[in-house]
């Protein structure tokens, strides 16, 4: 049922590994033999140990032909932060690439499941017949932990039928010619990494070549791996595209079509850079959400102007902005806001997820009657374009004044001597909130510093500077390449605040 789908070339840009389509169909039908005799079935959930490689996709068709549930797992967590995912979602098989590490194998254990190994699978003589699909369209295709690996896990639950309609309504909007060749550098454990930059191009019969997540050595030869694998398209997202820039030559054959920079927000500054290093202008700031499959909209649509914060227009959705964001009423009892007016996203999608794993509280309190409430905030212009401002649990309310950090980060970003930025709120004895500043400079010299203050003093309203900052070696990101500002609040709150210059009343 799904290898109908046409499933394109699979390789590894950094192993020169590669699978044709009949070696995909051969490892697809190993796969199914060997778990199926391992009594893998309709409804069981597997967990799978590995992201990046020609197996994991593989995997993900046997898996769901059997009418299982994939469920892909960070390969950075400990332990620990594995169980608590296991007792979670209580996974009735592991899939790992040779041996699994003793204490993951023995906490798998603990909670019922079995742990099978991948290459093993594919090495195996399927038993014929093929075991008939165990595929239903409503039935759980996969399970994305986006936070809760020390706490209350929070999974987003997708259907094959939410996923089927997020790639059909991709197919439908942005077309298939320019994602010929695909390069992944993102983590495929999260919805922008495996669902559309993998699985929308491959399931759709493109090229798909894999890089692992994240790894330096990938970003700083990108230049040489898009001329090397001939690539049309890449998604990616800003702290990629930073070290790229100072460290990856460009690429010089001139295959590259368009590139997408998502989970995070892309700069006017940034994103013309990408431009002139990528040799495309179709470069697109694309917004998604793990929720909603991932990519909901972005800059499709004509010759785009780079702006801070600018999306563009949604990809076989709709977006509204209104005035609050709770579903105890139906959103039609709501009030909308005006034309270029900053509200609460809301969307509607047919690629909604069914819900939070095992949380309906959760879900309930941010579905109502179909529409998602997203967190973020942002405003519809009479274009019909969409532009983020934040998200709403990041607003710092100043002494009734807001302050949204990604508007004071993209402002500090265009200063020549600062490698990343992170605004967060902090608490203010007199106004309640107050802004602190985190800041990565390529030299730390008081020139430096007093041109930083001076700039910012230039660019900046008052109630924007920021009341203390902190320069830091790095900023600590999630693999996804998104801030968590409590941590990086946290991880100044030990420190001591840098002087950028004269003080004044709320400022550095």
Known sequence: MLLELRVGNLSE??????????????????????????GMGPGDRVFVHFGNTLELFADLLAIWHLGGCAVPIDTRLTPFEIEILAKAAAPRFALQ????????????????????????AGESVAAPPLPPSGLILDGDALILFT??????????VHTHRSLRAQWMT???????????RTLCLLPTHFGHGLICNCLFPWLSGQDLVLAPAGSVTAISNLGRLIDEHRITFMSSVPPIWRLALKTALPARNG???????GSAPLSAHLWRQIRAWSGTPDVCNAY???ETASWLAGTTVGTIEPEDGLIGVPWGGVITIMKDATTDRPLADGEQCRSGEAGFVWVNTPALMRGYLG??????????????????IGLVDDRGWLYLRGRERDEINRGGTKIYPADVESVVERFDGVEDVCCFALDDPLYGQALGMAVVLVRRDDDTLRALHAWMRQHLATFQLPSRSYVLDTIPRTSRGKL????????CAALVPQELGPRSSGAA
């Open 170 to 180: 991709l197919r439908h909007s942005l077309g298939l010619d320019a994602y010929r």
């Open 255 to 261: 295959t590259l079509q368009r590139v997408f920079c």
């Open 484 to 491: 968590n500002r409590d941590t990086v609040a946290a991880a």
């Open 147 to 156: 936070s809760g690996s020390t706490g209350s896990p929070k999974g987003v």
């Open 97 to 120: 690439l040779g041996a699994m590490d003793s204490s993951v194998h023995n906490l798998l254990d603990g909670v019922g499941a079995t742990v099978l190994d991948s290459r093993a």
């Open 359 to 376: 949380r309906d509280d959760l879900t309930a309190r941010v579905v109502c009657q179909g529409w998602f409430a997203t967190g973020d």
């Open 288 to 290: 998604g959400i793990t």
């Open 13 to 38: 840009a950094l192993s020169g590994r590669q699978w044709d389509q009949p070696a995909i169909a051969q490892q697809f039908l190993c796969r199914v033999g060997y778990y199926h005799q391992h």
